[in-house]
């Protein structure tokens, strides 16, 4: 599936972005990673803050021509302050993305790692409008402040619910040279970061973690990342994918009442 292909992975040094690059290059596939640490299973490493503009514009101009496909995988918890979070999972995201369109090779597929978190965005639809005006060179700390995210713990939450709307936005923007772009969107996943989403959720972590057998793996991630990457899934376009254990269903459900 990934055979001759090559990626370009965002957090590859831990997690789901880790698990990613290792299943990519099982496969045949030539990654390159990105994150602000060094990750052990790629064939090419850039060390960046991807919440610091110059890096992002660095880091485009370095990286090569004509790659297959980008994972946006890197990304911090809701228990960072609000401003490094909307920052690293939104703004850097796109910065990186916009910047390094042109110079994807035709066909590319670009996959964004959003959340089960990111589901409430019909919900939130102004402030995540007000989110999506956001770039480097907003006051990212006055909109928090202005907000109310550090407080209200919003910010990862309203991170992820703009991503997902880029993302829908976003299904026919590159059409013309045959790219595409999708989200993944997990469940709990059992990596570094799940204890933050219980400290910042607490209850409510605990009544999802009830009705799940168990929390989801990087394993569990990682193919999903992958299939979306390859060919394989060329008619599939701003589309969000969960792999959640049913978690969305399981909310639909008891929206609806069915
Ligand atoms: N773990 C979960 O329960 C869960 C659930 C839903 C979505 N996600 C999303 O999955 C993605 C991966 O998370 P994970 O669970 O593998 O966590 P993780 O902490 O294991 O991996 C995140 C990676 O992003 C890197 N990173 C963070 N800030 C960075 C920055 N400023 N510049 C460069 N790299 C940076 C980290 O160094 C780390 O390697 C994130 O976007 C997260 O929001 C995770």
Redesign the pocket.
Same mark, same amino acid.
């Given at each position: 599936m990934h055979n001759g292909k090559t990626y370009i992975v965002? &957090?590859? *040094?831990?997690?789901?972005?880790?698990?990613t690059c290792r299943v990519l290059r099982a496969d045949g596939a030539r990654v390159i990673g990105?994150?602000?640490?060094e990750?052990e299973d790629v064939d090419e490493m850039y060390l960046?803050?991807?919440?610091?503009k110059d *890096?992002v514009v660095k880091l485009v101009a370095d990286l090569p021509n004509d790659t297959d496909g980008l994972a946006?995988? *890197?990304?911090?918890?809701p228990t960072?302050p609000a401003d490094?979070v909307l920052?690293?999972?939104l703004v850097?995201l796109r910065a990186l993305t916009e910047g390094l369109v042109d110079k994807l090779a035709d066909g590319a597929s670009i996959v964004n790692? *959003?959340?089960?978190?990111g589901n409430g965005w019909q919900t939130g639809l102004p402030q995540v409008k007000r989110a999506l005006a956001l770039d480097f060179d907003s006051d990212i700390s006055e909109f928090c402040e202005v907000e109310d995210l550090d407080s209200s713990g919003r910010s990862?939450f309203l &991170?992820?619910e703009a991503l997902l709307v880029w993302t829908f936005q976003n299904r026919w923007t590159w059409r013309d040279r045959g790219i595409r772009i999708n989200a993944v969107?997990? &469940?709990?996943?059992?990596?570094?970061?799940?204890g933050d989403?219980a400290a910042t959720l607490g209850k409510r972590f605990e009544e999802n973690m009830q009705k799940l057998e168990r929390?989801?793996t990087?394993e569990d991630?990682a193919p999903a990342v992958g299939f979306l990457l390859s060919d394989q899934s060329k008619w599939i376009r701003g589309t969000n994918l969960a792999v959640?254990g049913g978690m969305s269903a399981h909310f639909l459900s008891a929206q609806h009442g069915f």
């Open positions: 965002t &957090g590859a *040094a831990s997690g789901i972005g880790a698990e990105i994150d602000r640490h990750a960046v803050d991807l919440s610091d *890096a946006n995988i *890197a990304g911090v918890p960072a490094v920052r690293v999972n850097g790692l *959003a959340s089960l978190a990862y &991170g992820k969107s997990p &469940g709990p996943v059992d990596t570094p970061i799940l989403f929390a989801g990087a991630i959640d």
